[in-house]
């Protein structure tokens, strides 16, 4: 691992946000907010409350976040790109991605956060089964993510192992696609193949991922079946797309 | 015994449906959720045309001897009912999420027209504070 100390030299003045998306986290996003802070106090988090009824806002507005509350639930993909509207907007250059229930560790950011700071990367997403240690998810969503994977990577050429990772850094290019389009539902592996399409460099690193603390996951068994159709539809149909450019910096408002 | 026109002609038609809904979904006029229902409709549709000893037993099964293409139109109506169900949900689930925008918004104007005077302890970007 890059050593915490030579990540935050590098990434030294450059405005930097972490985006959490949260629904019904009040147990678990109050840590994660103080997680990040511990790594590095110079990270900026907008949690995305996509509209929790329990006290996630007021948590997270409690621990220092900025906090964009949903008026209701827009889904993952929504609140995700929320996030990346805001750091579009407000000019950062860095941006990660966090789930809000505790899942994601960010002592392991430095290995996310690698590969864009030293420009190999305009996407780096962290893998829990590159490596094949930590919390590996049950047999049934494994099979799923296998499935995936291999799809992505035959459309994006490149080896992909885990494509519903929400643990990911992305640039400022990264920032613009993303506040631009982001697809809905069950986004990860969307956007990782548009990112491809449009260019953008991909890089996969090992990660070790926690088991989810609180909350539930949001998908259910039969509504990962309708999740598979769709998203296997979107790739295919995604084939015969042509993709737009990232947005451009003067529609920044 | 269903005529071969028919059949031809059942089968030209979902095809098409197929492919004005695939081009839809490419063009971004019709999102991927929206569409799964048609295209189930269309696959049957065409799996219903061309399979033709399959429709005539399952119009023997209900009885209709004289015409089985009969069936054909029953199952897309079927659909389109379905088809119909659903988007009055998704109708519903709208015309909420629209009144809640529609408050939301009222809610921030008042906000921003009072709050400009007196600092309350708004800290999110969104309206009310739980």
Known sequence: MPPRTAVLMRIGELRRIAIVPALNEEETVGRVIDEIHAFDPGFDIVVVDDGSTDRTAGIAADAGAHVLRLPFNLGIGGAVQTGYRFAFERGYDIAVQIDGDGQHDPVQLPLILEPVLSGEADLCVGSRFASGSGYQSSFTRRLGIRLFAWVVSAVVRQKVTDTTSGFRAVNRKGIALFAADYPHDYPEVEATIMCVKHKLRLREVP???RERAGGESS???????????????AIFVGLFRRYAVPLEEEHRR | MTPLPVSIAAAVASFLLLLVVFELIRSRRLRERYALLWLLTGVVLLGLSVWRDGLNTIASWFGVETYPPAILGAVGALFILAVLLHYSTVISRLS???????????????????GDHDQGTVTTTGGLTT
């Open chain 1, 207 to 209: 990660v070790e991922m």
């Open chain 2, 96 to 114: 909420d999420q629209n009144t809640i925008l529609a408050q939301r918004l009222a809610l921030l104007e008042q906000q921003q027209r009072e």
């Open chain 1, 219 to 233: 998908i259910t068994a039969l509504r990962s079946i309708y999740y598979m159709t769709k998203v296997l539809l």
